[in-house]
């Protein structure tokens, strides 16, 4: 019992400090599908907040090939893939 009071402990923690990142963290917030007309653009800060707005994201950003980045799922948040070139690729909530 005093181990399963630790991990709802634990798991309180790690959800406020991912809130403290987003007002809204409720998975599905975004919508790829509606910002896939970004895809084989010049990812500019014009077309990533256009793919955001559709998306209904909070936020976004670009992953390029290689690139070290963090892996926690955001429901808010619009990934765009681009290509060494900076062409958008893909996009993906999360």
């Not at 599908?33 to 970004?38: E, G, K, L, N």
Request: glycine letters at 10%; a negative charge.
């Amino acid at each position: 019992m005093a181990a399963d009071a630790q991990t709802a402990a634990t798991d309180t923690t790690t959800t406020g400090a991912a809130d403290t990142t987003t007002t809204n963290s409720t998975v599905g917030g975004c919508n790829a599908d509606a910002a896939r007309s970004v895809v084989g653009q010049m990812a500019s800060p014009d077309v990533i907040d256009q793919a955001r707005l559709a998306a209904g994201a909070e936020t976004a950003r670009t992953l390029k090939p290689g690139q070290a980045v963090t892996m926690e799922f955001n429901g808010n948040r619009l990934n765009l893939d681009v290509d060494a070139g900076n062409t958008v690729t893909n996009v993906r909530c999360g």
